[in-house]
């Protein structure tokens, strides 16, 4: 019944996103819910300076190799979910790339700790998700939200992390949803764990650009959100090496003034 | 026919020349600008005069006033002159003590300046990247410098893995002054405060 409720409402949320999106000037912030944001970010940073900016400064005391080989059976991890949605946005080599690094550093990797495939000509390649799926497919990203612990996220990204938590990850599915017919040795607790972790890996890693980051803004909220709004638009493009802030448009309008 | 090929070759290596000057100068331009950074980052001076070096760089790199306006977005039309000026004094203390203040912790920042591309007479992609360490990743920089005056390069922008700091301050700004019903005033008051602090 709850994933019947949860499809019903994935479907209404997509029709929501679709019709919005014909309206929508690309270029406009859309915060619908910016009081109820605004108090979700407040929390959550507070949430961060008792609980994960500490325990980040931690985890970067740790062994530099610790560390890399952390991020690598993460990143490992991450090609469940980045393999299908390669196949949903018909990036078929991508997702063969992918799937060889999985193989490869699963095994001789020794579950992902190291990483063999790039040595053999597999280079990692950019993570991939439903959120950005759904935007290859032309959904509009919605209302920005702010969610609380998960951070920044759009209505559109929401969607895909409900599909992925409805069957779409497969890491899920074997740990949480416990579907025997894949491998029954992971419990929900490793789920979660990884979940963790590749928020404090994330954290760690970011420490000093954060610091400046909240040290230096006006608006710290308006910051972070024009941030995660940027890097999603970027990532549904794969415009790694361009950006849009290269469109000329804006400031040539300054030349006229 | 063979005079008109000529013409077109000339004309070809005419344009090469120009580009390759304007790409020169502005990665030169980069390329120089950091290394002088990363002197000040890495010398054994306090904070406080590494961050008076920091200052005297931006204020002689960035321009400033442009980047100013261009963060205003729709509003910067609707400033009277006063308005103007008393913002553009703004921006430039808010700019230089953002700018220092943001690099300052870095003291171990190496630039290496990767290519560029000339997108056109008045702007050249810069394309760097921040060296990585055992604590930080590597970082893609891309520097979008203004070669309007091909002797006096200035940046305008700074896209961090794909996330331009100019959009994401104009995005910054211009939430201020729709949380308090479109009054540029605000804005003064905030970039105040942030300056007194």
């Not at chain 1, 952390?70 to 799937?99: H, R, V």
């Not at chain 1, 702010?146 to 559109?156: A, E, F």
């Not at chain 2, 953002?98 to 992609?125: C, M, Q």
């Amino acid at each position: 019944m709850n994933r019947i409720i949860t499809a019903l409402f994935t479907l209404l949320l997509i029709q929501f996103l679709v019709v919005k999106k014909s309206y929508s000037n690309e270029n406009e912030v859309k915060d619908c819910f910016e009081r109820l944001n605004r108090v979700t970010f407040a929390l959550n940073m507070g949430l961060d300076k008792i609980i994960f900016k500490p325990i980040s400064k931690g985890y970067r005391k740790l062994p530099s190799p610790i560390r890399t080989g952390t991020g690598n059976a993460l990143s490992n991890l991450s090609n469940l979910i980045t393999i299908p949605n390669n196949i949903l946005q018909g990036d078929f080599g991508s997702a063969a790339n992918n799937s060889a690094r999985l193989l490869i550093n699963t095994t001789l990797g020794i579950a992902g700790i190291f990483d063999p495939a790039n040595s053999l000509g597999f280079e990692k390649r950019e993570k991939e998700d439903f959120g950005q799926s759904l935007g290859v497919m032309g959904v509009g990203e919605g209302c920005y939200l702010v969610l609380p612990v998960l951070g920044p996220s759009t209505v559109r990204d929401t969607v895909g992390s409900l599909i992925a938590m409805n069957g779409g990850d497969v890491w899920h599915n074997i740990t949480v949803r416990d579907d025997e017919e894949y491998v029954k040795e992971f419990k929900e607790s490793d789920y979660w764990a990884s979940r963790v972790t590749s928020g404090v890996d994330f954290r760690a890693k970011n420490l000093e650009a954060f610091d400046a980051m909240e040290k230096n803004s006006v608006d710290l909220y308006a910051t972070v959100r024009s941030l995660y709004l940027q890097d999603r638009k970027r990532k549904i493009n794969n415009s790694s090496n361009k950006t849009e802030a290269m469109e000329d448009g804006d400031w040539d309008t300054l030349e006229n003034q | 026919m063979k005079i008109i090929r000529k013409i077109f070759v000339l004309f070809f290596f005419f344009l090469s020349f120009i580009n390759n000057s304007w790409s020169q100068s502005a990665s030169k331009f980069i390329n120089d600008l950091t290394i002088e950074a990363s002197s000040v980052l890495s010398s054994k001076l306090t904070d406080e005069e590494k961050i008076i070096q920091l200052k005297k760089i931006g204020e002689n790199s960035v321009d400033i006033n442009g980047v100013g306006l261009y963060t205003l977005g729709k509003y910067r039309k609707m400033l009277t002159d006063n308005q103007k000026k008393q913002y553009q004094d703004l921006f430039k203390s808010y700019f230089l003590k953002s700018f220092s203040g943001r690099l300052v912790g870095y003291s171990d920042a190496k630039i290496a300046v990767l290519s560029e591309e000339v997108k056109n007479e008045k702007y050249t992609i810069v394309y760097s990247k921040l060296i990585g360490t055992s604590d930080r990743p590597e970082v893609k920089i891309d520097w979008r410098v203004y070669t309007r005056d091909p002797e006096n390069p200035l940046i305008r922008d700074l896209i961090i893995e794909g996330l331009s700091l100019a959009r994401t301050q104009r995005e910054e700004f211009n939430s201020i002054i729709v949380n308090n019903d479109g009054n540029i005033e605000a804005l003064f008051e905030n970039l105040k405060e942030f300056i007194d602090n």
